[in-house]
């Protein structure tokens, strides 16, 4: 991470870092949903945000 990048990070507040945190998961989440509509075109919207949310359960780092 550049100095900067870092510098500006530990500047904000614990609020801000969560609303970034929580716009990039959805954001995952939303990419994901448009990959497997796009894979699996006959599948519900039901269907396809059941997969994500198994997805997101059991992910692993």
Do not use: C
Not at 20 to 41: C, E, V
Request: charged share 35%; no cysteine.
């Amino acid at each position: 991470m550049h100095p900067e990048q870092r510098r500006i990070f530990r500047s904000l507040t614990p609020e801000k870092k969560l609303k970034i945190a929580l716009r990039l998961y959805y954001s995952a989440r939303d990419t994901k949903a448009a990959g497997l509509r796009m894979q699996n075109p006959d599948w519900t919207e039901e269907k396809i945000q059941t997969k994500v949310r198994e997805i997101f359960l059991y992910a692993r780092t």
